[in-house]
């Protein structure tokens, strides 16, 4: 602090040390509350003698510039200085159009937002009371215990190598083929997605996905300026006829698909189905980026393979997955599996955004998953959500009385109710405190405008009930408004 001061024989010494400090402070270089050197310890760093220091104390004290504290030393008061003449910038102004158009997708701050008290069918983030707190415990204690400080400092881009190999062991039982393919860790499946987006496409790149889909990814493509093409979705899953169509007629860059337990639809795509659209992909040689998202959560029927698995001995498929919904989601891990040149230009990739994603949560991750506990807590975790899912589909059928309801089940239901916009629905549900997402979110063209999407996960039975009671409520009244209107 005291390392550019130099006197001059001009002024009292207690003065210039005096006005140095009110220098460092009204400059912000010294802040509230900040302890300053004892007065011996400060003649010693100056070479001057006690007493000016002292003086010079006394006057800062005097002026309110510093306080002090019997027994413990002289600190820097609040200052009284009024900064209005700061320096300031119009960051509005430099904000660029990847700025500007997050903030402008940002559902988070523009759509209406959960407030105590409110029953909210909006989220499809896990249940916390699910999270298997006391082998996760385990797991840190345990990693911790065998890798030390190892995995408290930098980690490889690709990241945490016993994990990977549980990884690739964990997609052969999906009957995923890995041969000649190879993992790389990300934080989360958001990270995975934008990786490859922004390795391998340019802008005004067309991407075709279903319509409706997941309203992240939608975000990611949009702020990268790539063409989304949207395919109708039916209640089996993307329109077949429609893909192929456009799959002839634009150049398409990469497919992003999600096959089992689509969202918002919640719809799984059957095997066959499966296989005819791996086939209309691999025909006109447009590869697939494949979201893995909920696997684990199918009970309805079988374990389906992805459709990476069908694409056995190729590599027109790259998969990203996580356990977020199911598992600890603030873990922030998820992975994709692609062909090895993929990976190995991703893993550059990767050094430059964030070097690489924590060892500490791959190694916690990996211990648990190798431990046998995430086996017995997806059984649990599934037989909670399936209770959940069939209680909501009666309260549905019995209260709301939609059109048409897709999905198999997991974390969320979707319905469409023909003549009622949601957005409006929502609005009168909102002065009852009651709230879901509206179907527009996830549209790639502001189209799906009677459907909603009802999340599960973080509500009782109860809630569950009351709520679907009021959106059934306010159909009814909306339904009876626009048949006067019409009447008239």
Request: one cysteine or more; glycine letters at 8%.
């Amino acid at each position: 602090m005291f390392s550019s001061l130099e006197f001059n024989n001009n002024e009292p010494i207690y003065l210039q040390i005096e006005n140095y400090i009110k220098y460092m402070i009204k400059n912000n270089m010294v802040v509230t509350d900040a302890k300053l050197p004892s007065s011996r310890d400060l003649s010693k760093i100056l070479g001057v003698s006690r007493n000016s220091v002292i003086v010079a104390y006394e006057n800062l004290e005097a002026d309110g510039i510093v306080y002090t504290i019997k027994g413990r030393g002289t600190f820097v008061s609040k200052s009284k200085e009024d900064y209005k003449n700061g320096w300031n910038l119009s960051w509005d102004n430099m904000i660029n159009s990847y700025g500007r158009l997050a903030e402008e997708l940002d559902i988070v701050k523009t759509e209406i937002p959960w407030e105590k008290g409110m029953i909210s069918f909006k989220s499809i983030s896990p249940d916390g009371a699910l999270f298997d707190i006391d082998e996760f415990k385990k797991s840190f204690l345990n990693r911790i215990s065998l890798e030390e400080d190892k995995i408290l400092n930098y980690g490889y881009a690709q990241g945490y190598k016993p994990l990977i190999d549980y990884l690739l062991e964990y997609m052969k039982q999906k009957g995923v083929s890995v041969e000649n393919k190879d993992i790389i860790i990300t934080n989360g499946f958001t990270e995975g997605l934008e990786m490859i987006l922004d390795t391998f496409c340019n802008f005004g790149d067309k991407i075709l996905c279903e319509n409706p889909t997941h309203n992240t990814s939608i975000k990611i493509m949009k702020v990268l300026g790539l063409d989304i093409i949207g395919v109708k979705m039916n209640q089996d899953g993307i329109d077949i006829e429609e893909l192929e169509n456009k799959l002839k007629n634009n150049k398409i860059k990469f497919g992003y698909l999600i096959p089992s337990y689509h969202n918002p639809t919640g719809i799984v795509m059957k095997a066959e189905k499966r296989q005819r659209v791996y086939n209309l992909f691999r025909k006109y040689n447009i590869p697939i980026i494949e979201d893995g998202f909920n696997e684990e959560l199918l009970y309805n029927s079988t374990h389906i393979s992805p459709l990476s698995s069908i694409d056995k001995g190729g590599n027109g498929v790259i998969y990203i997955s996580s356990f977020s919904k199911i598992l600890f989601p603030g873990l922030r891990v998820g992975w994709i599996l692609a062909d090895k040149r993929i990976i190995d230009v991703l893993e550059s990739v990767k050094r430059c955004k964030n070097i690489h994603t924590s060892f500490l949560d791959q190694g916690i991750l990996y211990e648990y998953l190798n431990s046998g506990a995430f086996d017995k807590n997806v059984k649990r975790i599934r037989k909670v959500y399936r209770e959940k899912y069939d209680f909501a589909l009666n309260c549905i059928n019995k209260y709301i009385k939609p059109d048409f309801i897709w999905g198999e089940g997991a974390l969320h239901i979707y319905i469409g109710i023909e003549g009622v916009k949601s957005r409006e629905l929502l609005k009168e549900c909102y002065k009852k405190n009651v709230i879901f997402t509206p179907g527009d979110i996830f549209s790639v063209d502001n189209s799906c405008e009677n459907t909603l999407r009802i999340g599960l996960t973080r509500l009782n039975l109860e809630q569950i009930e009351e709520g679907i009671r009021i959106i059934g409520e306010k159909v009814k009244e909306l339904r009876e408004r626009i048949r006067f209107n019409e009447d008239k």
